[in-house]
């Protein structure tokens, strides 16, 4: 092969040049001989040098140039770089959940407890209401109080999403800060299952089908509803019949009771222009006052009966018209005894009947 034979070539000059430059450097220095007739004795006494390849000794400490001094050293910066803030994770107790059964549209509720050491933690602000993740919305967020006085953290979930199949999914972990610097707190991912409320495979069977008729409506019996129409119709006329006849009698009482009402029922006997329908009204007048009544105390009758107080000014043209009918013994126009009773006689049932 031209590579292997052009290695041993190489490998061969390298050896003899090794070997020439070896001899040569002896002969340099070995010392030369004396020269003829010259008294041996008399020659230096010179230690033998040695032959070949001479390893200069190492250098003399003493006599070694001093090293360059070393650069001086950078002076430390005057300002200390600021720490990191040291952040420190609270674990709080959490309370287990139920983690089967769940489908889409359930509400999970978390329940974290706010202590920390015995001591009360608080929070620098709730957790906000958002979606977290493909499976759950956070929907509230609050504090309560239990029985025993501790502080809950409450939150509620809800399932937005479910697979097609029972799968088993997180509820996520919590990250929030509290109100004191440098401490969050911090719970773990809380496994739960949640499975699709139908299966997406049914058996092709009768009866077993995805989707299934109609239920008819059910029948609604109405002949309960028709008697208790038709009773409390029969109550409700039976009502208004004792009302009307409720209100005919205390009509009829009133005619046989009330003064006016009584004059009434005289005078429609009399003769229009006899002067006993005069006497019959001036009877009922004074009946109503408990006392004779004319004109000046007049006031007297409308205090004890305030009802005719509308009939005021026709009392005492009356009382006018009745002077001049007793005493002139002539009729007077403009005056209708027959026609003030009636009106009196109304606004006497009206008020007292």
């Not at 990191?84 to 489908?103: K, T, W």
């Not at 999403?161 to 809380?190: C, F, H, K, Y």
């Not at 046989?256 to 003769?271: E, G, K, V």
Request: charged letters at 25%; proline letters at 11%; a negative charge.
């Amino acid at each position: 092969m031209p590579s292997f034979w052009r290695l041993r070539l190489l490998s061969a000059c390298a050896a003899l040049a090794l070997i020439c430059c070896g001899a040569t450097q002896a002969q340099d220095t070995t010392p030369p001989a004396p020269a003829a007739g010259t008294d041996a004795a008399a020659a230096p006494d010179t230690p033998p040098q040695p032959t070949g390849y001479v390893i200069p000794p190492p250098p003399d400490p003493a006599t070694a140039p001093a090293e360059p001094a070393a650069a001086p050293a950078e002076p430390a910066a005057d300002v200390a770089a600021p720490a990191a803030p040291v952040i420190s994770a609270v674990n709080p107790e959490v309370d287990p959940l139920r983690p089967f059964g769940y489908v889409i549209g359930d509400i999970v509720t978390q329940r974290v407890v706010l202590e920390y050491d015995g001591k009360p933690l608080e929070l620098g602000a709730l957790p906000p209401l958002e979606r977290t993740g493909n499976w759950f919305e956070r929907r509230d967020a609050r504090v309560e109080r239990d029985a025993a006085g501790r502080r809950w953290l409450v939150l509620d979930y809800q399932i937005i999403n479910v697979p097609e199949e029972l799968r088993a999914i997180e509820l996520p972990a919590l990250d929030i800060e509290t109100a004191v610097s440098g401490r969050r707190l911090q719970t773990t991912p809380m496994p739960l299952t949640v499975a699709p409320l139908t299966p997406n495979v049914v058996l092709a069977r009768a009866g077993l089908e995805e989707m299934r008729p109609d239920d008819p409506a059910p029948h609604i019996d109405t002949a309960p509803y028709e008697r208790g129409l038709h009773a409390a119709l029969y109550a409700g006329a039976l009502l208004v019949a004792l009302w009307a006849a409720l209100a005919l009698l205390r009509q009829f009482n009133a005619r046989r009771r009330l003064p006016f009402s009584r004059a009434q029922r005289d005078i429609a006997r009399l003769d229009a222009g006899s002067i006993e329908v005069w006497r019959r009204l001036h009877r009922a007048l004074d009946d109503t006052a408990g006392q004779v009544v004319r004109d000046h105390n007049l006031p007297l009758l409308l205090a004890r009966a305030p009802w005719l107080a509308p009939l005021e000014a026709d009392l005492r043209r009356f009382f006018e018209a009745s002077q001049t009918r007793f005493f002139a013994d002539r009729a007077v126009d403009g005056v209708e005894p027959r026609t003030l009773c009636a009106q009196a006689a109304k606004l006497e049932r009206s008020a007292l009947a």
